[in-house]
């Protein structure tokens, strides 16, 4: 079963955006969770991940990150994962 909450996507579209890189950043509009597209986050064909496997960024980092190779994307997307998880640990 896929974990969903709407309560933490939510909570992700306040938090501040978490990609490190170089990119016109808009997250005073909010950030999007960008979810994993690793299928051991949950991910499948035509199916997201797992909700508490998304990173928070914002809108343009998000669409950003479908244009990297699929190396740098899953590092990219990792960086600001622990980054968002971290935040999420320390935020009410």
Same mark, same amino acid.
């Given at each position: 079963? =896929? /974990? &969903?909450?709407?309560? #933490? @996507? !939510?909570? @992700?579209?306040?938090?501040?955006? /978490?990609?490190?890189?170089? $990119? %016109?950043?808009? %997250?005073?509009?909010?950030? +999007?969770?960008?979810?994993? +597209?690793? %299928? ?6 035509? $199916?997201? %991940? $797992? !909700? ?6 914002? $809108?343009?980092?998000? @669409?950003? #990150? !479908?244009?990297? +190779?699929?190396? =740098?994307? &899953?590092?990219?997307? #990792?960086?600001?994962?622990?980054? =968002?998880? =971290?935040? @999420?640990?320390?935020? +009410?």
């Amino acid at each position: 079963m =896929t /974990f &969903r909450s709407r309560k #933490l @996507l !939510d909570k @992700l579209h306040s938090a501040p955006c /978490f990609a490190q890189f170089p $990119h %016109s950043c808009m %997250s005073h509009n909010g950030c +999007d969770p960008a979810h994993s +597209d690793w %299928s051991m986050f949950g991910r499948g064909h035509g $199916h997201k %991940s $797992h !909700d508490w496997a998304t990173a928070a960024m914002c $809108h343009e980092a998000h @669409l950003m #990150l !479908d244009k990297f +190779d699929r190396e =740098t994307k &899953r590092m990219e997307w #990792l960086r600001a994962y622990v980054e =968002t998880t =971290t935040w @999420l640990w320390q935020t +009410d």
